[in-house]
């Protein structure tokens, strides 16, 4: 046989590359040192991209935008709107003669539609049994961990306005 060296039951292979295979699950020092160096580079590249990022970050800023007239909801009432953009849904209460709140309507847990019910006095998000605070729309119960952000209003005239959304 061609494979095998002569006198010998090994093939040349074997000769020609002494790896034995219990050798092979072993990393050596130098592989390790490798690997956490490069996983370190790029760990440390990572956080002063993220630095970056911040240094020059600018908060968005947030046209003023009608929402609804003074008086047009009666008190428990709702009244759907959008704001900043067309695609952001919120959800405007009359809690009070005089007071008004207003939050996204997007659950901050899998973005599910919330909406209000009047007898539990609390926005509720149906898909997994979330519950929010009217007054600040804390969790109140249900998988979600944070609470909705918040449509900052004000009383302009006759109008309510939409001028900020915080959280």
């Keep these: 046989m061609t494979w095998l060296r002569r006198g ?53 800023i947030y046209g003023h935008q009608p929402v609804a007239q003074l008086g047009e909801i009666p008190v428990g009432g709702v009244k759907l709107f959008s704001y900043p953009s067309k695609d952001d849904h919120c959800i405007l209460i009359r809690t009070a003669e005089d007071e008004y709140v207003g939050y996204s309507q997007k659950c901050t847990h899998l973005s599910c539609a919330v909406y209000y019910s ?8 149906p898909c997994h049994k979330g519950f929010f605070s009217i007054k600040d729309g804390a969790v ?23 001028i900020e959304v915080k959280g």
């Design 8 to 60: 010998s039951s090994e093939p040349l292979w074997k000769e020609e590359f002494p790896v034995r295979t219990a050798d092979e699950r072993y990393v050596t020092r130098r592989q390790l040192t490798k690997f956490l160096v490069l996983t370190s580079l790029g760990m440390f590249v990572g956080n002063i991209w993220i630095l970056i990022r911040s240094i020059f970050y600018k908060a968005p």
């Design 118 to 125: 009047q007898a539990e006095n609390r926005l509720e998000c």
């Design 140 to 162: 109140l119960q249900g998988p979600p961990s944070r609470p909705l952000p918040r449509i900052v209003l004000e009383a302009r005239g006759e109008q309510l306005v939409a």
